[in-house]
């Protein structure tokens, strides 16, 4: 079955760094684009970053640019968030995400299942 699963997350004071790792199985990785969301408390879910399946593009949100990168090994199955210089509001959980490249209804979509992630003294 597809599993996307999530490590990384944790407590972290402002200014600290953290790597969040998704690991990916049951379909096919290169047939999809990555991405990275947060949700913090009270609020909407956000897309942060996402990379396209060549691993070449990247983009970002506004707020976390120069800070977060956003990476992938195919080889691999997984899909990275480098997260530098945190602040209390990158307080959230993050869910990896897998969208295919051709969208075609009987190809699905796919979420992790969250991981935590707080920033605080």
């Known amino acids: 079955q597809v599993q996307l699963v999530e490590s990384g997350g944790g407590l972290v004071p402002p200014g600290g760094s953290l790597r969040l790792s998704c690991a990916a199985s049951?379909?096919?990785?290169?047939?999809?684009?990555m991405s990275w969301y947060r949700q913090a408390p009270g609020k909407e879910r956000e897309l942060v970053a996402t990379?396209?399946?060549?691993?070449?593009?990247?983009n970002y949100t506004d707020s976390v640019k120069g800070r977060f990168t956003i990476s992938r090994d195919n080889a691999k199955n997984t899909v990275y968030l480098q997260m530098n210089n945190l602040k209390p509001e990158d307080t959230a959980v993050y869910y990896c995400?897998?969208?295919?490249?051709?969208?075609?209804?009987?190809?699905?979509?796919?979420w992790g299942q969250g991981t935590q992630v707080t920033v605080s003294s």
């Open positions: 049951g379909f096919t990785f290169t047939s999809y684009v």
């Open positions: 990379v396209t399946s060549s691993g070449v593009y990247t």
């Open positions: 995400y897998a969208a295919p490249i051709y969208p075609v209804a009987y190809v699905s979509d796919y």
